[in-house]
C-alpha cells in the first residue's frame, strides 16, 4: 500500500507540474508580480498531493520586504513555506546542479550562493539586498544546512548582512513610517512617498504527526533529510509513509534597524527560533489552545509508520 501511495503521489505531482512549467517560465517574462504569486498557488495544491496539513501560527508580512529566516529539516520545508506565502528562496550552489530540482529552483527566481567562496558571498548579499529593496521575500535557512528536526543548529550570519544595509540614522524605524530620500529617485516617482521597511520574520518549521499520530524524537528524523542520506530514496520513503501534519510558527515582523549588526540578528533570530521549536515539540496535541490554520483538511489515519532505512550521520 505505502509503494502504491508513494506511485499516485508521484503520478498526481507530475501531471500538476509539468503543464505549469512554461506557465511560470512565460510568466517570469511577462508579469513579476504574478511570476512571485503564482509558485505560492502551485505549492498549495503540492501540499495537498502530499497530503501535508499545515497548521500556521502567524503570517507573513504582506506590506514590506521581508528576510524570513527558517530552520530546516527536509526538503519538504521548499513546498510548505511556498504554500504558506509567495517567497523565494536562498539555496546553497549544489541544488542549481540537481536534475529537476534546479527547473523547479530557477522558476522560483530562488538565489544561490557558494558558501566556500568568501567573494560569492559577498555577490550573493548584494543579491539578496536587491531583491528586497524591490520588495521580495527571501527565505534564508540560516543553519546552512538540515538537521533531523529535533534540535537547531547554530545560525550562520554571513548573509545576514544582506538584511542591515547602511543606515541614515541609528534610530530604530517603524514599519511604514520611513519617508523616501532618494534623490535618484525616477521622475515619475513622488518625492514624499512612503518607503518600505526591510523587515525579519523568524519561521519554525517543525513536522509533528504522521498518519495522525504524535512523532516522537525518536521517529521524528524519519521525516527529516540530513546528513548522508540519498534524496531520492529518502523521497520516496516519506511518500510512501503517509500523511504528515506540520506545524509552522511565524514571528512578529521586526525592521532591520532594530538589530546592531548582522551577528546580533543571528543570535536573537536563532534564539527565538530554538524557543519556538521547543514549545512545538513540547506541548500536548490540543488544537482549542492554538489559533491553527489547517491546509488541507483531511480524515487523519492511523498506525505510525515504521520506517528501518535512513539513520542518523553527519550534518550536511
Sequence with gaps: MGAMRAGIVLAGFAGLTVPLLPVQELLLRLSPRLARTFPHWYHRQVCKILGIALHVEGEVDQNNPVLLISNHTSWLDIPVLSAIAPVSFVAKREVSGWPGVKTLARLQRTVFVDRARRTSVEGTAN????????????????????????????????????????????????????????????????????EKVTLVQTITIAYTHLHGVPLGRADRPLVGWYGDMEMLSHAWGVLKAGPLDVTVKIGPPVPVSEFKDR??????????????????????TNEEEFDLVK??????????????????????
Design 127 to 194: 543579491e539578496i539586498r536587491a531583491r528586497l529593496l524591490k520588495g521580495d521575500t527571501l527565505v534564508l535557512f540560516a543553519e546552512g544546512t538540515s538537521s533531523d528536526g529535533n534540535r537547531i543548529l547554530p545560525f550562520r550570519s554571513s548573509l545576514f548582512a544582506a538584511a542591515i544595509p547602511g543606515r541614515q540614522s541609528g534610530k530604530p524605524v517603524a514599519p511604514g513610517n520611513t519617508k523616501n530620500t532618494n534623490r535618484h529617485s525616477l521622475e515619475n516617482e513622488t518625492p514624499a512617498q512612503p
Design 263 to 284: 551577528k546580533d540578528l543571528a543570535q536573537k533570530s536563532e534564539q527565538e527560533v530554538a524557543k519556538n521549536l521547543a514549545r512545538i515539540l513540547r506541548r500536548r
Design 295 to 316: 491546509i488541507p483538511p483531511r480524515q487523519r489515519k492511523s498506525p505510525l509508520f515504521k520506517a528501518g532505512s535512513a539513520k542518523a550521520g553527519g550534518m550536511r
